[in-house]
Structures are given as C-alpha cells and as structure tokens.
C-alpha cells in the first residue's frame, strides 16, 4: 500500500507565480516529514524537514512546508518560483519504527516557464 | 569535504553478470542506505544498515546483495539473479533524527 502520496506527477508554473506541491501520508503516529529535490542525473538534496514543534517550517531556496496532523498532510509551498527550481521534488516519511528508514512518494516534476 | 561518494558514476552490465557499487561516507554515520529510482515510481529501499556487520533487507532485495564491513562502507552488489536491474541507484547515510544524506547516484545500465 502506498504510504506517502504525492498526487501531482507534474506541474507546470509561470516564473514568479506562487506553488505548492502536495503530500499526503497514511500513517497513524506523527512521522518525521522531509522534502527533497533532484536535479536530473543527481542525488537528492533536503529542502526542509519536521520532526516537531511548530507546524510551519522554512527551508532552503525560500521554501516553505506546513504540517496539519488533521488532514495528514505536508505540502510543499513557495511564494515566487525561479526558473532554478525546476526539478523533480519528493516528499519522505520516516516512521521512526526503524532508524532513519524513509518512504518516498512518487515525486512530482516542476516545469518552470519563462 | 564530508560527503557521501558512489562510484562508478556510470556502469555498465552483461547479462549474466554481477556488479558491485561502491558507496562511501566520512560523516561518521552510523546507518547506511541503498535506493533504487526507476522513472515514476519515487525510491525503493533495496537494503539498509544500522551498524557495522548488520544489515536488513528492505521492499525490493531480491537480486541484491550487500555487506557492511566498515562504518564507511556499504557495497552493493547487483547479482544476475536482478531481472531486471537497469535504474539509477542511490546510496544514503544518516543518524538517528536527522535526515538523509545522499550521494550523487550511479546509473546502471544492462548491456
């Protein structure tokens, strides 16, 4: 069964124009909640995480995620976007049953348009 | 620099043949990890470490085979008994409550 769903396969902006990718995941317990970004050919690289605390956490490269427990989600959100940020952004979910063991959602690839 | 480094970038295989990734990390990690990336379909865990000579079998070992000698080091060997083993491979590290950290990757490739 799928644990972390990642709904959109790919989203398309305008530069300057706002985003928020989505993520959902299906665990009862609060996971520890991260996102990546790949470049193509690359490793992934961590944009921002939450482990606890306040439920609105900033990351690198002006992004932004708000964890809402009610609605087990975990989205992804940036106010302007730059043609840098096309990528492909996955969203993890550690469990914390098994030390550092993350389930990936599917990804979703941000085209950018000039 | 500390990092995570996968070599080869680039490998090539016959059928029939196995092959051995290599994975090194000077972070002082005590785990280690082994993904696989297919186009669509997010990260599968193949194996994983928690410490020196342990290792479990993640969602998709068949095929697979690892060992954990050294703190550092996590090989993965992609055997012939891996049907179908072309796909992006990615080694990562990390520590308990922190994240992931990941090398650059290695793409296999059957030939």
């Known amino acids: 069964a799928q644990s972390v769903t990642q709904p959109d396969i790919h989203i398309t902006v305008s530069e300057g124009a706002s985003l928020e990718l989505r993520c959902n995941y299906s665990?009862?317990?609060?996971?520890?909640l991260f996102w990546y970004v790949q470049s193509p050919g690359q490793g992934l690289q961590l944009l921002l995480k939450y482990f606890s605390g306040d439920t609105l956490v900033q990351g690198i490269k002006g992004f932004e995620a708000e964890f809402k427990r009610s609605q087990s989600s975990f989205n992804l959100r940036k106010p302007s976007v730059h043609w840098s940020d096309a990528a492909e952004y996955f969203c993890?979910?550690?469990?914390?049953?098994?030390?550092?063991?993350?389930?990936f959602g599917r990804g979703t690839q941000l085209t950018v348009w000039p | 620099d500390g990092g995570i480094t996968q070599s080869p970038k680039y490998l090539f295989r016959k059928e029939g043949q196995n092959v051995t990734l290599s994975c090194e990390q000077n972070?002082?990690?005590?785990?280690m990890y082994w993904y696989r990336q297919d186009p669509g379909q997010g990260l599968r865990l193949i194996y994983y470490s928690q410490i020196v000579n342990d290792f479990q079998k993640g969602d998709i070992a068949e095929g697979y085979s690892v060992s954990r000698e050294k703190k550092e080091s996590f090989p993965l060997t992609v055997t012939s008994a891996q049907k179908n083993p072309t796909a992006f491979y990615l080694c990562?590290?990390?520590?308990?409550?922190?994240?992931?950290?990941f090398g650059q990757g290695t793409r296999l490739t059957v030939v």
């Open positions: 993890a979910v550690d469990r914390g049953s098994t030390l550092g063991r993350l389930y």
């Open positions: 665990y009862g317990a609060t996971p520890y």
């Open positions: 990562a590290s990390g520590t308990l409550n922190t994240e992931a950290f």
């Open positions: 972070l002082n990690h005590d785990a």
